[in-house]
């Protein structure tokens, strides 16, 4: 092979490989800068009170098996999630109208009712808060 048509393959590939890294530095600088705005933006007076006594409704083996009743306790975006059996978790507030919960139950939720009584999970249940009237 003609050694002049190696040096430009070479050349281009240098200049692709570069690029790449470029692209995905930037990629991720953006990233990183973004999220941190985003949770700078949602502060702890942004966020609905959650804290309360709620019903799993839905999927009867899913609520049998995740529990029945859960009480939150909310400080800030930080919430504890207890169950009837005793189980107890950690939840964060990600947004104003999102939950990430951790183990045990490993699922995210979304706030689905104007008044923050309702919370759709992704394992296929809602929570339904209980008035204490």
């Keep these: 092979?003609?050694?002049?048509?190696?040096?430009?393959?070479?050349?281009?590939?240098?200049?692709?490989?570069q690029f790449s890294i470029v692209l995905a530095a930037t990629a991720t600088i953006t990233t990183?800068?973004?999220?941190?705005v985003a949770k700078a933006q949602t502060g702890a007076k942004d966020l609905p009170n959650m804290a309360g006594t709620y019903n799993?409704?839905?999927?009867k083996?899913?609520?049998?098996?995740?529990?029945t009743?859960?009480?939150?306790k909310q400080t800030g975006a930080d919430l504890e999630i207890r169950n009837e059996k005793g189980e107890?978790?950690?939840?964060?507030m990600t947004s104003a109208i999102s939950i990430s919960a951790g183990p045990i139950w490993n699922m995210l939720g979304v706030i689905i009712s104007n008044d923050n009584?309702?919370?759709?999970?992704?394992?296929?249940?809602?929570?339904?808060r209980l008035n204490l009237s």
């Design 32 to 36: 990183v800068l973004l999220s941190t």
């Design 88 to 92: 107890f978790g950690h939840a964060k």
């Design 1 to 17: 092979m003609n050694r002049s048509l190696l040096n430009k393959s070479g050349r281009k590939l240098r200049a692709w490989l």
């Design 61 to 67: 083996v899913t609520c049998g098996w995740s529990g």
């Design 69 to 72: 009743k859960f009480t939150i």
């Design 56 to 59: 799993c409704v839905g999927d």
């Design 117 to 128: 009584r309702v919370i759709q999970w992704s394992n296929g249940t809602n929570w339904e």
